[in-house]
């Protein structure tokens, strides 16, 4: 085996590099480790997202008049 170079900390763009970490990986829209992967939008998932509003909206449609009701 060889052995391995050292690092010349004085060739690295510090403000480079700053840019690409993060505190929170969660929220990075690109894969954070080697295994990982992107999660990207699906047409699938946007049509849900779609879904779920449409029913919250009736819910509360039909929650504000039964209390309409309630109160004549």
């Not at 403000?15 to 990986?25: E, G, K, N, S, V």
């Not at 929220?27 to 998932?45: K, L, N």
């Not at 509360?60 to 209390?67: A, K, R, V």
């Amino acid at each position: 085996m060889s052995k391995p170079k050292p690092v010349d900390i004085d060739k690295i763009d510090l403000i480079r590099m700053r840019d690409r970490i993060t505190d929170i990986p969660g929220i990075i829209e690109y894969a954070h480790s080697v295994g990982g992967f992107s999660i990207v939008p699906t047409q699938e998932g946007a049509i849900k997202g779609q879904a779920m509003k449409a029913m919250e909206e009736q819910t509360q449609e039909q929650m504000d008049q039964i209390l309409g009701q309630m109160r004549t």
